[in-house]
């Protein structure tokens, strides 16, 4: 089993910055990837980015490429999303999550653990 918890979420004016950190505990060993994805009221959870814990390769949404910077610390294995430049569009719950196995770091199903989510509102 593998434990997350996130923390960084609040409130911030559009164009504003936040950082997101995710720590991991329990069974770290056997985790190939972590990823970040968002909720907004009534819509489905959508891929933010994802790093693979070993290389630490990074993929990003379309929407947040440019803006968003994730990176991993194998050390302290947590997990940070740099958020920058940010839209009132970009408001949701974000969940950190992590997966055991290689597969499509964009599809929410293939990750095994979440977080239990951080509140991010940006104001217009």
């Known amino acids: 089993q593998v434990q997350l918890v996130e923390s960084g979420g609040g409130l911030v004016q559009a164009g504003g910055s936040l950082r997101l950190s995710c720590a991991a505990s329990?069974?770290?060993?056997?985790?190939?990837?972590m990823g970040w994805f968002r909720q907004a009221p009534g819509k489905e959870r959508d891929f933010v980015a994802a790093i693979t814990w070993s290389i630490g390769s990074a993929y990003y949404a379309d929407s947040v490429k440019g803006r968003f910077t994730i990176s991993r610390d194998n050390a302290k294995n947590t997990v940070a999303l740099e958020m920058n430049s940010l839209k009132p569009e970009d408001t949701a719950v974000y969940y950190c999550a992590a997966r055991r196995l290689p597969g499509l770091v964009y599809r929410a199903g293939n990750y095994d653990y979440w977080g239990q989510g951080t509140q991010v509102t940006v104001s217009s």
């Open positions: 329990g069974r770290t060993l056997s985790t190939d990837a």
